[in-house]
C-alpha cells in the first residue's frame, strides 16, 4: 500500500544546526533512570544530590551532565588539597614504627611467618607419612585389639616427631 499523505502532513527536517550536540546527555526522571544510562552507581547520584549538586530539580529530574562535572571538579579540587607531603612524613613514621616493633619482637613479617608455617605444615607431613608408610607391615597378622594398640602407639609417636619437629622450627630463624 502506497502512502498517499502530502508533503504538509509530513514532519518537517531539521536545517542546518538543530541537530544536537553529541556531547548533550538526556534529561533523567530520576536515580533510577540516571543509573540505567550511566551505569554510574546510585549512591554517586544520592551523595552528590545530598551535597548540594546542580543538576537535580525539584520535580526529581536529573541533569547528569551538569552533576557529573560538578563531581570531577570537586573530586579534583579534594586531590589538589591533600596535603602530600604531610601524607609521605605520616606513613614514613607509620613504617618506622612498624620496623621498631619488628626490632622488639613484637610483630613478626609476613615472609618469616609464611616461611615457618610452610616448615611446620612439610614437617608434619613428612611424619605423617614415615609413620603410616610402616604401619600396614607391622599389622599384618594382628587381630583388632592388637591393631588398635598399634593405632595408638603410632598416633603418639606421630605427635611426638610433630612436636620435636616444630619445636625445632620455633628455635631457627630464616
Known amino acids: 500500500m502506497v502512502n498517499k499523505r502530502k508533503a504538509k502532513d509530513l514532519p518537517k527536517k531539521p536545517r542546518g544546526g538543530s541537530k544536537p550536540k553529541a556531547s548533550v546527555l538526556p534529561l533523567c526522571s530520576s536515580i533510577s533512570a540516571a543509573v540505567a544510562m550511566t551505569g554510574i552507581p546510585p549512591a554517586v547520584w544520592s551523595t552528590a544530590k545530598r551535597e548540594g549538586s546542580p543538576g537535580f530539580d525539584r520535580m526529581g529530574r536529573i541533569e547528569p551532565r551538569a552533576v557529573l562535572e560538578w563531581w570531577f571538579t570537586k573530586r579534583s579540587d579534594e586531590a589538589a588539597n591533600t596535603d602530600w607531603k604531610g601524607r609521605k612524613l605520616k606513613a614514613q613514621?607509620?613504617?618506622?614504627?612498624?620496623?621498631?616493633e619488628v626490632a622488639r619482637g613484637e610483630v613478626i613479617p609476613e615472609e618469616q611467618v609464611r616461611h615457618q608455617v610452610t616448615a611446620g605444615m612439610s614437617a608434619c607431613f613428612a611424619v605423617w607419612d614415615r609413620e603410616t608408610s610402616l604401619l600396614p607391615p607391622k599389622a599384618k597378622g594382628l587381630d583388632e585389639p592388637a591393631i588398635k594398640a598399634l593405632m595408638i602407639e603410632t598416633g603418639e609417636s606421630v605427635k611426638r616427631a610433630m612436636r620435636v619437629a616444630l619445636e625445632s622450627l620455633t628455635e631457627e630463624k630464616p
Do not use: W
Open 93 to 100: 613514621a607509620l613504617k618506622a614504627e612498624l620496623d621498631l
